[in-house]
T-cell receptor, first 112, second 114 residues
Framework: TQLLEQSPQFLSIQEGENLTVYCNSSSVFSSLQWYRQEPGEGPVLLVTVVTGGEVKKLKRLTFQFGDARKDSSLHITAAQPGDTGLYLCAGDPQTGANNLFFGTGTRLTVIP | NAGVTQTPKFQVLKTGQSMTLQCAQDMNHNSMYWYRQDPGMGLRLIYYSASEGTTDKGEVPNGYNVSRLNKREFSLRLESAAPSQTSVYFC?????????????FGPGTRLTVT
């Protein structure tokens, strides 16, 4: 059972386009994170959101945590080839467990 | 500052063989984790160690054992490898407690069991 569903699974766009990827769940999370993973490497933390409705910006990337803390979105403005990678969301459920649950990821390809 | 290191980077085993994957971190983190990553399944937690001297099962612990050797090192052992254990294995660490969600990952070990 996947706690976190990500969509789309695959996305291929031209350089300069905008895009949004989604991370949804029926569970409530204390916090939610986004990671980016490049081929042959481990995931790298991009951002953590903890408050319902919170919006964080990281250069051209905008992250939003849903008001009910069950979902999140990542918006990229003017995508660059360097944005290519696997984007993973991960949630810290309100169970007291000391671990994260990861979504299956969105594989983004930005074509020059 | 190396962060999280893993050895080996690649390994091929025959069914029934055993091996230990090594992980070390130099960030003085309290918590360490072992995940496996399979296509279409995302990252799944195998075992974790919230602090030195403790270990707990994650989502998919069957067929694995772990040892938290000291604060820096956390190893994963496959006693009798099976083809279903073909995967990419990642070790991660975090400061623990309320910062458990800020995890730092190693580069991974690609394991093939034939």
């Amino acid at each position: 059972t996947q706690l976190l569903e990500q969509s789309p699974q695959f996305l291929s766009i031209q350089e300069g386009e905008n895009l949004t990827v989604y991370c949804n769940s029926s569970s409530v999370f204390s916090s939610l994170q986004w990671y980016r993973q490049e081929p042959g490497e481990g995931p790298v933390l991009l951002v953590t959101v903890v408050t319902g409705g919170e919006v964080k910006k990281l250069k051209r990337l905008t992250f939003q945590f849903g008001d009910a803390r069950k979902d999140s979105s990542l918006h990229i403005t003017a995508a660059q080839p360097g944005d290519t990678g696997l984007y993973l969301c991960a949630g810290d459920p309100q169970t007291g467990a000391n671990n994260l649950f990861f979504g299956t990821g969105t594989r983004l390809t930005v074509i020059p | 500052n190396a962060g999280v290191t893993q050895t080996p980077k690649f390994q091929v085993l025959k069914t029934g063989q055993s091996m230990t994957l090594q992980c070390a971190q130099d960030m003085n983190h309290n918590s360490m984790y072992w995940y496996r990553q399979d296509p279409g399944m995302g990252l799944r937690l195998i075992y974790y160690s919230a602090s030195e001297g403790t270990t707990d099962k994650g989502e998919v612990p069957n067929g694995y054992n772990v040892s938290r050797l000291n604060k820096r090192e956390f190893s994963l052992r496959l006693e009798s490898a099976a083809p279903s254990q073909t995967s990419v294995y990642f070790c991660a660490s975090s400061d623990g407690g309320w910062k458990a969600y800020e995890q730092y990952f190693g580069p991974g070990t690609r394991l093939t069991v034939t």
